[in-house]
Nanobody
Framework: QVQLVESGGGLVQAGGSLRLSCAAA????????MGWFRHTPGKEERNFVA?????????NYADSVKGRFTISRDNAKNTLYLQMNSLKPEDTAVYYC??????????????????WGQGTQVTVSS
């Protein structure tokens, strides 16, 4: 059974930083594409934030977070991270980590991910 557990969310002022963690159980994250998505109240879909490939660890980011957010993973700890710097009020959302198919390609499409965490709230005040 796969479990993804996010932590690290909270309330921060604009310009501040947070680091989200996603601890995985039941799968070795180094063999799966991993992603971060976020959901804002009033919107139907979860929006892509960042992804990291299973092989060479190549990364991809949404334009809105490029240069501010960094996705990474620690295979020894089986944990995915999202370092968020220079936070803006529009970054306020529930953030979810997701796991794609075994040795699959990372994607910006939420429908291509198989497993999801429960989400962690990030609130950025102005």
């Amino acid at each position: 059974q796969v479990q993804l557990v996010e932590s690290g969310g909270g309330l921060v002022q604009a310009g501040g930083s947070l680091r989200l963690s996603c601890a995985a159980a039941g799968r070795i994250i180094g063999r799966y594409p991993m992603g971060w998505f976020r959901h804002t109240p009033g919107k139907e879909e979860r929006n892509f934030v960042a992804s990291i490939s299973w092989g060479d660890g190549s990364t991809n980011y949404a334009d809105s977070v490029k240069g501010r957010f960094t996705i990474s993973r620690d295979n020894a700890k089986n944990t995915l991270y999202l370092q968020m710097n220079s936070l803006k009020p529009e970054d306020t959302a529930v953030y979810y980590c997701a796991m794609g198919p075994f040795r699959g390609a990372p994607s910006e499409a939420s429908a291509l991910y198989d497993y999801w965490g429960q989400g962690t709230q990030v609130t950025v005040s102005s």
